[in-house]
């Protein structure tokens, strides 16, 4: 017995990869502000001496930015698609790893992109 041949459509190849939270799922990106990544959360761990302690200033939630201004008196503008702004509204105590991009609002951590 012949089997038909059957054709297959090739699917669409995109050049940008596509992360999920912009279309309300799970950051399946680890680019700036987006999905923490493991060895991004070990190394901030393992340099405690570089994390600043801060109050949020502002959170917009809708856009996923926040102003934190540190305990030093600087001032800190990130950004966040996973819901850091959700979980850190204005005048929530965090800490935010500068070198490492991590923000952590008790006890989760976010990977925050410098705006």
Do not use: K
Request: net charge neutral.
């Amino acid at each position: 017995m012949i089997s038909p041949l059957h054709s297959t459509r090739s699917a669409e190849v995109r050049e940008r990869v596509e992360c999920m939270c912009g279309h309300g799922g799970v950051c399946s990106s680890h680019a700036p502000g987006h999905g923490l990544s493991l060895i991004q959360a070990r190394l901030a761990s393992a340099t405690p001496l570089e994390w600043v302690d801060g109050i949020v200033e502002h959170a917009d939630v809708a856009g996923g930015s926040l102003v934190i201004r540190g305990l030093d008196g600087s001032a800190h503008r990130v950004w966040n698609a996973s819901g850091a702004a959700l979980e850190a509204p204005a005048g929530t105590p965090v800490a935010l790893h500068a070198r490492y991009r991590v923000l952590a609002v008790g006890r989760a951590q976010f990977n925050v992109a410098e705006v």
